[in-house]
């Protein structure tokens, strides 16, 4: 059974940081591509971040600069190092898996990030 588990999502002030984390079990977890999607009241999920089992990686334009995405694959977890975070961060962020070449992909069940004054 696969199972991919997030954490650490919570409340911050902008500027701003948090750590997601996202725990997967059931999977060969070096042969997946990892990723941090995320999606607001009233908008379409949208890519956050994604790395590659080579370590690989590839930003959405708004967060360049300021998230960082990686993963330790004897932990079987992926990570996601958020800073100077703003308002428009506020989402339900979301773990990913999908194994390249497959249609197997796996979602998490999201962790709330509010960012508030």
């Known amino acids: 059974q696969v199972q991919l588990v997030e954490s650490g999502g919570g409340l911050v002030q902008p500027g701003g940081s948090l750590r997601l984390s996202c725990a997967a079990s059931?999977?060969?977890?070096?042969?997946?591509?990892m990723g941090w999607y995320r999606q607001a009241p009233g908008k379409q999920r949208e890519m956050v971040a994604l790395?590659?089992?080579?370590?690989?990686?590839a930003y959405a334009d708004s967060v360049k600069g300021r998230f960082i995405v990686s993963r330790d694959n004897a932990k079987n977890t992926v990570y996601l190092q958020m800073g100077s975070l703003k308002p428009e961060d506020t989402a339900v962020y979301y773990c990913n898996a999908i194994r390249p070449g497959s249609y197997n992909e796996y979602w998490g069940q999201g962790t709330q990030v509010t960012v508030s004054s």
């Open positions: 790395i590659y089992g080579s370590g690989t990686t």
């Open positions: 059931g999977i060969p977890f070096r042969d997946y591509r």
